[in-house]
C-alpha cells in the first residue's frame, strides 16, 4: 500500500512540478537565472528535486527543467525528466517555438516534442503514440503552448501587472488542458524547519482544466495548487517561486527554494 501510493505521488509530482520557471528582465547579452527547488510528500519524504534554468534575450527565452527522484522515492519509481523550450520574445508577446521532454522511468523511455508555428498551428513531433493515449486533431491545439511558457506568462504579467489572473490552453504532446491562475492575495511567509525564506508573498491558485486526456498519465489525481512569488530575492524585482503546494488523492506536495543564482545573487535557503 505504502509502495502504490509513493509511485502514486511520485508520477503526479513529475507531471505538475514545472512552475520553477522565472521570468527575467531583457538585457544586453543575456540575462539567466538558476534556480533548485527540493519536493516533499507525506511524513516529509523528500521525493524530489527540481533544477530549472532560465535565459533571456532582447527578443528570445529559453528554460530547461530537470526533475530526479530523491532518497526513499527512488526505490519505488526511478524517474528522470528533462524538458526545454526554446522561444521567441517580442516586446511583451512570448511565443514558443520547440518544445521538447525526455523521461526516463524505471528504465522506460519516452520522448515528447512540440513545435509551435507562427500562425498559431502546432506540429506534434513526440515519439510513438500508445494505443490509448491522447488523440487531438489540428484545430484543437492551435494557438496553445507548452507547460513551462505558461508559467513564463504568469511570473511575466504577475510582475508587470501584479495579478495571477490568468488561462492559458497547454499541449505537452501528450495532454490538452487549460491552466487557470487566480489570485489569492499577500502573504508574509516566516523561516520553518525546512527554509530559511521570510518576507512578503503574492500567492497564486492554480487549477488544471483537462480537455483531452492521455490514459498514459494518472487521472483524476491532481486538483489544485498555490505558488508563493516573492520579489524582494533579486536585485531586479522579479517573481520568484519560493514556496509551492499541490493538493493530490496522496496528500499534499510542497515545494522549496532550496537555492537561486542570478543576477550576481547566490542563496541557499535549505539545509538541503
Known amino acids: 500500500m505504502f509502495s502504490a501510493r509513493m509511485a502514486g505521488l511520485l508520477m503526479v509530482v513529475a507531471v505538475f512540478m514545472c512552475c520553477a520557471v522565472v521570468g ?12 533548485r527547488l527540493e519536493v516533499y510528500g507525506f511524513a516529509g519524504l523528500h521525493v524530489l528535486t527540481n533544477q530549472t534554468t ?4 532582447s527578443n528570445g527565452y529559453s528554460i ?14 526511478d ?16 511565443r514558443p517555438a520547440a518544445y521538447r521532454a525526455d523521461v ?3 528504465g522506460f523511455d519516452r520522448h515528447y516534442g512540440v513545435n509551435y508555428m507562427n500562425d498559431g498551428s502546432v506540429v506534434d513531433k513526440s515519439g510513438p503514440k500508445s494505443a490509448d493515449g491522447a488523440h487531438l486533431d489540428a484545430q484543437q491545439v492551435r494557438g496553445t503552448v507548452d507547460q513551462l511558457t505558461a508559467y513564463f506568462l504568469l ?23 487549460k491552466l487557470h491562475f487566480t489570485d489569492l492575495g499577500q502573504e508574509t511567509l516566516s523561516p520553518d524547519s525546512t527554509q530559511s525564506f521570510s518576507g512578503p508573498t503574492k500567492v497564486c491558485d492554480i487549477s488544471r482544466e483537462v480537455v483531452v486526456a492521455s490514459n498514459d498519465k494518472l487521472e483524476g489525481t491532481y486538483q489544485h495548487g498555490k505558488i508563493w512569488y516573492a520579489s524582494s530575492l533579486v536585485p531586479r524585482g522579479h517573481m520568484i517561486p519560493v514556496r509551492i503546494q499541490y493538493d493530490t488523492v496522496f496528500g499534499a506536495v510542497t ?5 537561486l543564482s542570478g543576477e550576481g545573487v547566490h542563496l541557499h535557503l535549505t539545509a538541503q
Not at 532560465?54 to 534575450?57: D, H, K, L, V, Y
Not at 527543467?65 to 519505488?76: I, K, V
Request: charged share 25%.
Open 24 to 35: 527575467t528582465a531583457p538585457a544586453s547579452g543575456e540575462d539567466r537565472v538558476d534556480v
Open 54 to 57: 532560465t535565459a533571456e534575450t
Open 64 to 77: 530547461a527543467m530537470n526533475l530526479d527522484t530523491r532518497g526513499l522515492a527512488s526505490a519505488f519509481v
Open 79 to 94: 524517474l528522470q525528466s528533462r524538458s526545454e523550450v526554446q522561444g521567441a520574445l517580442t516586446g511583451e508577446v512570448l
Open 104 to 106: 526516463k522511468r524505471n
Open 155 to 177: 511570473e511575466r504579467q504577475l510582475a508587470k501587472r501584479g495579478t495571477c489572473q490568468l488561462v492559458v490552453p497547454v499541449f505537452d504532446g501528450s495532454e490538452l488542458y
Open 255 to 259: 515545494g522549496y527554494l532550496a537555492e
